[in-house]
């Protein structure tokens, strides 16, 4: 599995050497080394154990980060991208972002890597300061919270083993730098920024123990929760400010990272939900959400109070702000054939998410029974539907057909 490991995080940087040999095949060479990524990550998930080379390493969570940051850049779209080898190298930058650390993960190996991807994709793509300069403010925050940490702690481990009360002021600090990470990776659906989406929620499921403790921070869950809303329902003239569904579906995640009750489970859904509609880019991809939202609704119910019943609200307020953008009449892109991996992956999400066991626990049993049910009803109704389609004469007049000449005679 070490060798895997090794490979998940050369092979971008392979299809960037190709890119810069060939530039007439540049992004292809790009999205099949981000391919090979994903399959090398996807491969140490299912193995779900500890895997470490040197200072790299990988965990069942390190693995769906890397695979989700690898599928979005083979996901990107043509017109986004300038410059396919830094976009290569980014890739590979994002995931040693991810697996820095012996045995968990370093803070600030992971956020150094984290600098130098935001600098290689504001070159790979059209260099927007609302790409990079959101991106450095979060991770300025976050560097500040990581440094802090290690004064106090003398430790740049994220999570800290022994998290204390009195590290929470940190571990805020870095959650709200990853926050502004993921809405710098979320300026544009397909591009090449969108790679921060996955890494961003990384950081930040990684620094969430040191905020929640036993029974999470109310007013912060809150407040992530009011920014995910307006990123449902941002939009100006022309052009949405950015991708909803990513953002909003992500910042829902991290709110519910430090939420009170047990919502790790549900977070990480939505997490994974955001990364898919990141690859996605289109409105529709807000339904991969359901799986998360039903487990948070689930967990707050359980939990109970002031501040789980605002989180609930604002997370049905970001519900129905997304499936209102879907309602929009508006023209379907032509879907890509790089993005089957992430369309499979998004059905699995929303057949059997209870099935995901790198997400910890979530009640989404009855889910999984329903979702199943549906299924099964939709495929039956499909096959009817393909078989009464392959009978050119029309089924209804071989069920029922006409009076024969003679009768019609007698009758008129």
Do not use: K
């Not at 123990?209 to 992530?224: E, Q």
């Not at 609200?313 to 023209?331: E, I, K, S, T």
């Amino acid at each position: 599995m070490g060798a895997l490991l090794v490979l998940a995080v050369l092979a971008p940087a392979a299809g960037a050497v190709t890119a810069a040999l060939v530039p007439e095949r540049g992004l292809d060479a790009v999205r099949y080394g981000a391919l090979g990524s994903a399959a090398c990550w996807f491969a140490l998930l299912v193995d779900a154990s500890l895997v470490s080379v040197s200072r790299l390493h990988s965990t069942p969570l390190v693995a769906a980060a890397g695979c989700g940051a690898a599928l979005v850049v083979a996901a990107v779209d043509v017109d986004a991208l300038d410059r396919p080898p830094l976009a290569g190298v980014a890739l590979a930058a994002a995931s040693i972002a991810v697996a820095a650390g012996r045995t968990a993960t370093d803070g600030a190996g992971a956020l150094a890597a984290v600098a130098a991807t935001t600098a290689l994709v504001a070159f790979a793509g059209q260099r927007s300061v609302r790409v990079w300069g959101t991106a450095a403010v979060g991770l300025v925050i976050a560097a500040v919270g990581v440094v802090a940490l290690r004064s106090a702690a003398n430790s740049w481990q994220l999570p800290l083993a022994d998290a204390t009360a009195s590290h929470r002021s940190d571990g805020v600090l870095v959650m709200v730098g990853a926050a502004l990470v993921v809405l710098a990776g979320a300026h544009r659906a397909r591009g090449p920024a969108v790679v921060l989406v996955p890494v961003g929620a990384f950081v930040a499921v990684q620094a969430a123990p040191l905020v929640h403790r036993a029974d999470g921070v109310a007013s912060l869950a809150i407040l992530l929760g009011l920014v995910a809303a307006a990123a449902a329902l941002a939009a100006r003239v022309g052009r949405p400010l950015l991708d909803r569904p990513a953002a909003a579906l992500t910042l829902l995640a991290l709110a519910a990272l430090v939420s009170p009750g047990p919502t790790r489970g549900p977070a990480l859904l939505l997490a994974a939900a955001g990364t898919m509609a990141a690859a996605l880019g289109v409105p529709a991809a807000a339904a991969l959400g359901v799986p998360g939202g039903v487990a948070l609704a689930i967990a707050l119910a359980a939990r109970g109070g002031s501040g789980a019943f605002v989180l609930g609200v604002l997370a049905g307020g970001v519900a129905l702000a997304l499936a209102a953008a879907v309602r929009r009449p508006g023209p379907m892109p032509r879907p890509s054939l790089w993005i089957a991996p992430v369309l499979v992956l998004g059905a699995w999400l929303l057949v059997a998410p209870g099935t995901w066991g790198w997400v910890g626990s979530v009640n989404l049993r009855a889910y999984d029974l329903g979702a199943a049910r549906a299924l099964a009803g939709a495929a039956l109704c499909l096959l009817v539907l393909v078989l009464l389609r392959r009978d050119p004469a029309h089924w209804y007049a071989h069920a029922f057909p006409p009076d024969s000449p003679g009768e019609d005679v007698v009758r008129h």
